[in-house]
């Protein structure tokens, strides 16, 4: 099935994410990085930081967040189990840190097909608590041979 | 808060050290709690058998954010990594090593930044396959 091209220009739902402690913890030991600015707040603070810094992929969890209200939108018929993480581009503005209050709000930028496979770009201008971008994502999923003609 | 690299050190040509890892089923395990992406995909055989897989296939994210702690290694401060944007154009399988690599394409005296090409690969039955691809980073230098 096709994806709906009406829902170019979509915005979905804020979601509003607390950068905790534990969570920043969780990732770093999940992606490996032992960089003390990552697991020590003195050691960030000693670096001029306002606390421990969250890596800079950590966003992901946010968009992972926001990406059901996309994914599972029944109108804008993605199959989930036919999608592949295509392209994923971040602009950063400064590191995100523990205590971080995140705000964002997922955008449909874009909807095209190539060939037998649909791209779905995704983007989210992600701010904190006095509305200052912090990074600005954007995601392209791949559905794989959904394209209107594709033998899917 | 300054990267510790200067960008009177750099040159268009070099390449940043290389940084490889080793992908278990349990560090994709939790990367998938870590994250919050939950994709059977990533953690059910037979569920990515159904899908044209033979088995598990890591996160995209996971590979980018190993490629990420390749150039931040490289620069010394997280803070000084400003843009990334990578192409993820081959699975990983688990227990297949992943190596992150990168070299600078161009410098900018002004703005004392460098871009950087970045790419992953792994080596599957002796061939390169180029995980991601295509891909670069921009970063401030000190």
Same mark, same amino acid.
């Given at each position: 099935?096709?994806?709906?091209?009406?829902?170019?220009?979509?915005?979905?739902?804020?979601?509003?994410? &607390?950068?905790?402690?534990?969570?920043?913890?969780?990732?770093?030991?999940?992606?490996?990085?032992?960089? &003390?600015?990552?697991?020590?707040?003195?050691?960030?603070?000693?670096?001029?930081?306002?606390?421990?810094?969250?890596?800079?992929?950590?966003?992901?969890?946010?968009?992972?967040?926001?990406?059901?209200?996309?994914?599972?939108?029944?109108?804008?018929?993605?199959?989930?189990?036919?999608?592949?993480?295509?392209?994923?581009?971040?602009?950063?503005?400064?590191?995100?840190?523990?205590?971080?209050?995140?705000?964002? *709000?997922?955008?449909?930028?874009?909807?095209?097909?190539?060939?037998?496979?649909?791209?779905?770009?995704?983007?989210?201008?992600?701010?904190?608590?006095?509305?200052?971008?912090?990074?600005?994502?954007? *995601?392209?999923?791949?559905?794989?041979?959904?394209?209107?003609?594709?033998?899917? | 808060?300054?990267?510790?690299?200067?960008?009177?050190?750099?040159?268009?040509?070099?390449?940043?050290?290389?940084?490889?890892?080793?992908?278990?089923?349990?560090?994709?395990?939790?990367?998938?709690?870590?994250?919050?992406?939950?994709? &059977?995909?990533?953690?059910?055989?037979?569920?990515?058998?159904?899908?044209?897989?033979?088995?598990?296939?890591?996160?995209?994210?996971?590979?980018?954010?190993?490629?990420?702690?390749?150039?931040?290694?490289?620069?010394?401060?997280?803070?000084?990594?400003?843009?990334?944007?990578?192409?993820?154009?081959?699975?990983?399988?688990?227990?297949?090593?992943?190596?992150?690599?990168?070299?600078?394409?161009?410098?900018?005296?002004?703005?004392?930044?460098?871009?950087?090409?970045?790419?992953?690969?792994?080596?599957?039955?002796?061939?390169?396959?180029?995980?991601?691809?295509?891909?670069?980073?921009?970063?401030?230098?000190?």
């Amino acid at each position: 099935m096709a994806l709906n091209q009406a829902f170019k220009g979509r915005e979905y739902q804020q979601i509003t994410f &607390p950068v905790e402690r534990d969570r920043v913890l969780q990732f770093v030991d999940a992606v490996g990085e032992n960089d &003390p600015l990552y697991r020590n707040p003195q050691a960030a603070r000693a670096a001029g930081y306002p606390d421990q810094l969250a890596p800079p992929t950590f966003v992901t969890v946010l968009q992972i967040m926001t990406s059901g209200q996309v994914v599972l939108d029944q109108e804008l018929g993605l199959n989930y189990s036919m999608v592949v993480h295509g392209e994923q581009e971040y602009d950063w503005r400064r590191p995100v840190h523990v205590g971080d209050v995140l705000t964002a *709000t997922p955008v449909i930028a874009d909807i095209y097909a190539r060939g037998p496979n649909e791209f779905l770009v995704v983007e989210a201008d992600i701010k904190d608590a006095s509305g200052e971008t912090v990074v600005v994502a954007r *995601t392209t999923l791949l559905s794989r041979g959904t394209a209107r003609g594709a033998d899917a | 808060m300054t990267a510790k690299v200067r960008f009177e050190e750099v040159q268009v040509g070099d390449e940043i050290p290389a940084l490889a890892k080793i992908v278990r089923r349990e560090e994709v395990k939790a990367y998938a709690d870590a994250s919050g992406d939950q994709n &059977p995909l990533h953690q059910d055989d037979s569920f990515a058998h159904s899908v044209g897989f033979p088995g598990i296939i890591a996160h995209g994210m996971f590979s980018m954010a190993h490629l990420v702690k390749a150039v931040t290694d490289w620069i010394g401060d997280p803070g000084a990594l400003r843009q990334m944007k990578v192409q993820f154009r081959a699975v990983v399988f688990m227990d297949e090593t992943l190596v992150a690599k990168g070299r600078v394409d161009a410098l900018d005296a002004g703005t004392r930044t460098a871009r950087l090409s970045v790419w992953a690969e792994v080596d599957r039955a002796g061939e390169r396959q180029l995980v991601i691809k295509n891909s670069r980073a921009d970063v401030q230098l000190a």
